[in-house]
């Protein structure tokens, strides 16, 4: 069975539909959704107990946020989603059935809900393994002996804990991509403009694979980006 993990920060305007989809598109392996908020908002936190899923709150940041819904869940099996990418129907039965094949942690490919031809073009890599081309959109499952054992998300990394996540789970198990395609939003891009936010994100991406620190990567996105 799976625990499904959403870290929220203002998600109340799209978090039941969101949590509604997940509901109607699942197989049948979903044994709890863990709503991991940084604000408590009231009105994410009614949404969900409405629709008596579990609710819990911490400090702001993914790497935290993820760690708290993981550490809330009761499966054998993590998966990690944000709040705006959703993934392919019956999402669960295709995790179930990757990790019973041996693979101890993955991700789907991904699609933006956009037809710029650029963001379709980075789309289209996100089906192959290589680290280059993760991201945390993709989401991620994971067993939850494995991301136990791996030391979890670093919550040192309020950005990029993605990327540092990736070589540790990959030493430890096999990682998989399904070839089935997750839907993410491009808002952000639709808000700073494709070709800016790409290259404000490669620069970002570089800089971290050439060892520039965590604060300097993050000092630079709270400038540009966020």
Known sequence: MISVVIPTYQEDDSIEHFLTYLQENQAGYIKEIIVSDATN????????????????????????????????????????????????????????????????????????????????????????????CRGGDQSLFIEKSLFNQIGKFDEDYLILEDSEIMPRIKKATKFNVIQDKLTTSARRYRENGVFRLQFLFGIIHVGYRFGFSHNSLLAFYKKHIY
């Open 41 to 132: 908002c009231s009105i994410t936190r009614e949404v969900v107990e409405k629709k008596q899923l579990k609710f819990v709150h911490g400090r702001k940041g993914r790497s935290i946020q993820m760690n708290n819904g993981a550490e809330a869940a009761s499966s054998q099996i993590l998966y990690f989603l944000h709040a705006d990418s959703y993934p392919p129907k019956d999402f669960d039965k295709l995790i179930v059935e990757a990790v019973e094949k041996g693979h101890g942690a993955g991700c789907f490919y991904m699609g933006f809900d956009s037809k710029h031809p650029v963001l379709r073009t980075f789309g289209w890599f996100t089906r192959f393994k290589s680290s280059w």
